[in-house]
């Protein structure tokens, strides 16, 4: 059981130039979300999604775009990478959307974009 | 609105002493759970704790132990006799109704570094 799996775990990508992260759960979750984390600014969500075929966004979504075509896949789409988006961004599952849930983080990934 | 704040950015303690870290959320609904996330400096987020808001009562796990006042609106976190395998940043967070337009998604705070020298 290998629970949230994020790939890569560090990326730099020139300005302008275009990636997908890549978030795979293994535990069924329905609910999963996108964080990036910024120095001494906490997580802010970017998106998230309540099942397959279902996405929405979250605080900070310009610049980025999501899918989730399968229940164990959310993955994250830079299209037009830019400074700004220099971060490390945490994918996360939850079981469902009761407020208890706690949710599952993957290990991050540290992106930079130059 | 809803906010978590955790106005300790950096704290710096010898090992054995106690530290004490602060979070002082926000929120207009009345049903809302509260959690502690753990970031060590290998970058995972680890799961620590949650608490329902109408359960005031503290809890104990080992050296760790969490005060949670409604009246106050915190839930501190308070790290007994503390190990350099404590340094890490801690996060608080709020799971609410109606962040980002769905229910239960979490907020977070900002963290605080929390560094533990031998």
């Known amino acids: 059981n290998a629970g949230v799996t994020q790939t890569p775990k560090f990326r730099i990508l020139k300005i302008g130039q275009s990636m997908t992260l890549q978030c795979a759960q293994d535990?069924?979750?329905?609910?999963m979300y996108w964080y990036r984390q910024d120095p001494g600014m906490g997580l802010k969500l970017i998106y998230y999604?309540?099942?397959?075929?279902?996405?929405d966004k979250g605080e900070v979504p310009n610049g980025y775009n999501v899918s989730r075509s399968t229940t164990e896949d959310f993955p994250l789409r830079l299209e037009l990478a830019a400074p700004s988006q220099t971060s490390v961004y945490f994918c996360?599952?939850?079981?469902?959307?009761?407020?208890?849930?706690?949710?599952?983080f993957g290990q991050g990934t540290r992106l930079t974009v130059v | 609105a809803q906010k978590v704040t955790q106005a300790q950015t950096e704290i710096s303690v010898v090992e054995k002493e106690d530290v004490t870290l602060d979070c002082v959320y926000e929120t207009r609904d009345t049903t809302y759970y509260l959690f502690w996330y753990k970031q060590p400096p290998s970058g995972e987020l680890v799961f620590l704790i949650r608490?329902?808001?109408?359960?005031?009562q503290n809890e104990i796990s080992g050296r760790y132990s969490w005060n949670f006042q409604k009246s106050t609106s915190s839930f501190n976190f308070t790290i007994t006799a503390s190990q350099v395998v404590d340094s890490a940043v801690y996060f608080c967070a709020l799971s609410a109704l109606n962040y980002g337009g769905s229910q239960g998604n979490l907020i977070f705070g900002k963290g605080t570094k929390l560094s533990v020298k031998p």
């Open positions: 999604s309540v099942g397959a075929g279902i996405t």
């Open positions: 996360a599952s939850r079981m469902d959307a009761g407020l208890n849930t706690e949710a599952f």
């Open positions: 608490r329902n808001s109408f359960d005031e």
């Open positions: 535990m069924n979750h329905n609910y």
